[in-house]
């Protein structure tokens, strides 16, 4: 069974960095876009950062300058480094990738289960 695993997430005080963690595990055989999605109490889902197979990124700009993503395809892994962390960036983050399963070899779109990141005043 696939899944996404996240980590990282916690308490950090404005001004600080934290650094999430999602690992794609079970019977993976490939790998396209990768991305990190938040969503703060009342409010709809929002992408905070994507990157292709190739590398690509891309960042809305809210974040721009202050986050970074990027993936390691032999570990199956993606990270998103935050840096310069503001009140507004509180949130449940999730990991979102589009995985091929070594089963039914099928693409499909995957969720974590969600890590919260709390930033302090």
């Known amino acids: 069974q696939v899944q996404l695993v996240e980590s990282g997430g916690g308490l950090v005080q404005a001004g600080g960095s934290l650094r999430l963690s999602c690992v794609a595990t079970?019977?993976?055989?490939?790998?396209?876009?990768m991305a990190w999605y938040r969503q703060a109490p009342g409010k709809q889902r929002e992408l905070v950062a994507g990157?292709?197979?190739?590398?690509?990124?891309n960042y809305p700009d809210s974040v721009k300058g202050r986050f970074t993503v990027s993936r390691d395809n032999i570990e199956k892994t993606v990270y998103l480094q935050m840096n310069s962390l503001i009140p507004e960036d509180t949130a449940v983050y999730y990991c979102?990738?589009?995985?091929?399963?070594?089963?039914?070899?099928?693409?499909?779109?995957?969720w974590g289960q969600g890590t919260q990141v709390t930033v302090s005043s």
């Open positions: 079970g019977s993976v055989f490939g790998i396209r876009s």
């Open positions: 979102n990738a589009e995985l091929r399963d070594s089963i039914e070899y099928r693409w499909s779109q995957y």
């Open positions: 990157i292709t197979s190739g590398g690509n990124t």
